[in-house]
């Protein structure tokens, strides 16, 4: 199960760059816009979609594979990916958690590029399993790619995914985990010390793993391209909730919250490509 | 009905490479062995873990397949109660939820094994079908009701084994959504659900026997539920009574409901399990009872003991 062999990126730190302000423009129109939690993920979604998942010729792109935002409140980092490729558009987006609108702030099954509702967290594996499953036994070559926080971790649902994915061998499932240590409390670091190494217990459940920076397009690709394939995968990115925006950066109230004007204006002053 | 699930999904199965099978640990019963020799990939034991067997069928019916989550009742609903809430109605997708044993079958594993509430609990989730046959035969058909039906999720709550023919003679076929009159008679009505009909049953034999004229009606789909056709019984018969082994929220009050919308003039019983959980052990009949539901409770509160 391999993407798309070359991955440039470069330009994968300005299309980040880009969605970052898009996301910053946004939030100026909605109190909860979960920006920090988007942030967090964007370089592993951005890699998924342009540098993984495999389209069919045409505009808007049509994707032979499956993406899943199981960590649901980082569904910004995908509407505005699908806007870029023009499978949401740009009233979608301004429409964002209105009544004439289409988007909320979990992902919604129907909406277009959206496989499945997300939103309630530990539910995104097992679905994907199931997907992966599903193109396995029809004789279809459908990859799914999946994205959870590092909270979804804790959720019991999400280990009963992890065993059957593995029993059943579904090769062409790849998880990533957005290791953003930040709950919405608190660092899971300090109140769930039990918690880590993270990556032995992926592997003890019978998937192939690995670690890399989360925040690094080229490291996330590589580490794909690199797997050995049989049974699913997983990679675990190391990641900074909020990247991007310092005074975001790992602190819980940008969980949900908006920037005010001034906040705006100083973040969207400061925004520059996301190196690592 | 549990043989005769598993004979039916193995046809269907056949016939159908979009059925597949996801069991939670639970021994299969019947057929349900030759499906899993014939159908290897489509039959999936998660094994104690019954999060996975919902969120499994959810992405597998995303794909276009028509998965059969199968355990005993308390387990394939209740303990993935939000897996069957977000992942199968929330989308609207063609999984059927079987639970085996509904009511408390499971007569004496206590009550973590009663599944009472769960048709009040399904039949308050939006896009859920909830459908609970009589006997085998209709159980047969409800099966295959779920394996063709394109509507979105369904409730299949069926009994365990043993349950006696009551559908070969029905004057009514199986419909979706309707009401089925087993027999159709003019005094009194009788209404019920899953297999607790054979009480149903033998009340009205009670009745016939002092000259008055029974229909007897299995209320198989319990949501969408025929309204129109409960206000036309209750129009038309000067005795309704509800048997169900549910809890007191379930068909009985929607008829007390539509009763008064219907400016029903009948008399109207209704008897459902209680609101309280049940640490009597001993076979189905004799938990019925601790909870009144036995013939001579029955027959002694509606006037023909």
């Known amino acids: 199960m391999r993407g798309i062999m070359t991955f440039d990126g470069a330009a994968s730190r300005r299309r980040c760059l880009g969605y970052r302000r898009r996301i910053l423009d946004i939030s100026q129109h909605v109190p909860a816009l979960h920006a920090a939690g988007a942030f967090s993920c964007l370089e592993i979604v951005d890699t998924i979609y342009h540098g993984l998942m495999r389209r069919q010729v045409g505009t808007p792109a049509r994707f032979v594979d499956t993406f899943l935002m199981s960590k649901g409140h980082g569904c910004m980092a995908q509407y505005v990916i699908l806007e870029s490729l023009g499978i949401l558009t740009r009233r979608d987006l301004e429409l964002y958690c209105t009544p004439s609108g289409q988007l909320g702030c979990h992902p919604d099954y129907g909406v277009p590029g959206i496989e499945a509702s997300t939103g309630s967290l530990g539910h995104g594996l097992g679905m994907a399993t199931g997907m992966a499953y599903a193109d396995r036994i029809k004789g279809e070559d459908g990859r799914v790619y999946v994205v959870l926080s590092d909270g979804e971790l804790q959720e019991g649902s999400t280990w009963e995914a992890m065993q059957m994915a593995a029993n059943l061998k579904v090769d062409n499932l790849a998880a990533f985990v957005d290791l953003n240590d930040m709950a919405s409390l608190s660092r899971m670091s300090e109140t769930h010390p039990a918690f880590y190494p993270v990556l032995d217990k992926l592997r003890a459940f019978g998937w192939e793993a690995a670690e890399v920076n989360g925040h690094d397009a080229g490291a996330i690709h590589d580490a794909v391209m690199r797997r050995q394939g049989g049974r699913p995968f997983v990679l675990l990115g190391r990641t900074v909730k909020g990247r991007g925006v310092s005074f975001m950066e790992s602190v819980p109230i940008w969980h949900y919250r908006s920037p005010n004007k001034e906040e705006y204006a100083k973040a969207i002053a400061e925004l520059a490509e996301v190196t690592s | ?305």
């Open chain 2, 1 to 305: 009905m549990r043989n005769t699930f598993a004979d039916t999904i193995y046809e269907a199965g056949k016939n159908d490479k979009r059925v597949a099978i996801v069991v939670a640990d639970i021994s299969p019963a019947g057929s349900m062995q030759k499906f899993r020799d014939e159908f290897p990939e489509r039959f999936i034991n998660t094994g104690v873990a019954e999060q996975i067997m919902i969120g499994l069928c959810a992405g597998m019916a995303l794909r276009g397949m028509r998965p059969f989550a199968y355990t005993i009742a308390t387990f394939t609903f209740y303990r993935p109660f939000e897996f069957v809430r977000d992942d199968l109605c929330y989308q609207n997708l063609p999984v059927t939820v079987v639970g085996i044993g509904g009511g408390v079958a499971y007569s004496t594993l206590g009550g973590t094994h009663h599944a009472q509430e769960d048709v009040v609990l399904a039949s308050a989730l939006p896009n859920m079908t909830v459908l609970a046959p009589c006997d085998p035969a209709e159980c047969r058909e409800a099966t295959l009701y779920c394996v063709t039906q394109e509507h979105g999720p369904v409730y299949l709550r069926l009994g365990k084994a043993g349950e006696p023919d009551l559908t070969s003679r029905a004057v009514d076929p199986f419909a979706f959504g309707k009401l089925r009159y087993l027999r159709r008679g003019q005094d009194v009505c009788i209404l019920g659900y899953g297999p607790i009909m054979k009480l149903a049953a033998d009340l009205a034999a009670k009745f016939e026997a002092r000259g008055q004229s029974v229909s007897l009606v299995s209320a198989h789909t319990l949501k969408p539920l025929d309204t129109d056709g409960i206000m036309v019984a209750l129009r038309r018969h000067a005795h309704v009574i509800v048997i169900e082994e549910a809890a007191p929220y379930a068909l009985g009050l929607r008829v007390k409901a539509l009763a008064w919308e219907a400016r029903a003039r009948c008399r109207l019983d209704v008897f459902s399990l209680q609101d309280a959980f049940i640490h009597t052990y001993g076979s189905p009949g004799e938990l019925l009872a601790a909870h009144g539901l036995d013939l001579a409770s029955i027959a002694r509160k509606v006037g023909v003991e």
